[in-house]
């Protein structure tokens, strides 16, 4: 079984587990395919394009540390106790299935999509109540704390430009783009 790895520190795996991301889009190491490319391949050409790491249908781990998931640390291991790049995919407790798998640019990102990103609608004041009297959002945001933006796209730039590095927004990559639902 495989695993996935979400930012913590922007609170994405929790926003997976709370059921508020369902979609996530990774960086494709292939950036020159081209209109042509896909004009010209034929069945025999498949190594022009990268494959999908992950694939429709599979389930995949939500990778958390041994110390989130509530895995005592042994003395031998415990240097790696809080990080969940070495916990293996079959000891997770909470999985994903991948429902749909596509390429696009990054830059393609609906509003609606960024929100499927975990991006959230974010009030000023009493968020209840505003959410109960239909107030428009005050802005959007990923953090809740620091970074709010006039529109769920123009958070999710900031939080991509995070996450994968200063200027990835403004280069408009190619992404796989993976959507999930938690299944357990």
């Not at 979609?23 to 190491?29: A, G, P, S, Y």
């Not at 022009?48 to 389930?59: A, D, S, T």
Request: charged content about 25%.
């Amino acid at each position: 079984m495989k695993k996935i790895l979400f930012n913590d520190k922007f609170s994405l795996t929790q926003a997976v587990l709370d059921g508020r991301k369902t979609q996530t889009r990774r960086i494709c190491k292939e950036q020159h395919w081209s209109l042509s490319d896909l004009v010209n391949a034929n069945e025999n050409d498949s190594f022009l394009f990268e494959q999908p790491k992950y694939l429709i249908g599979e389930v995949v781990a939500v990778a958390q540390s041994y110390s989130e998931i509530g895995i005592e640390p042994f003395p031998f291991c415990e240097a790696g106790w809080r990080n969940k790049l070495f916990v293996q995919a079959s000891k997770m407790r909470h999985f994903i299935r991948i429902t749909d798998v596509r390429v696009e640019r990054l830059q393609a990102i609906t509003d609606d999509a960024c929100i499927a990103e975990g991006i959230y609608p974010y009030y000023y004041g009493d968020e209840k109540e505003k959410i109960e009297c239909g107030f428009t959002p005050d802005g959007f945001s990923f953090d809740g704390i620091d970074c709010h933006y006039p529109t769920p796209r123009e958070a999710y730039a900031a939080l991509i430009d995070k996450i994968a590095g200063k200027g990835v927004w403004d280069s408009n990559p190619y992404v796989f783009v993976y959507e999930f639902e938690l299944i357990k």
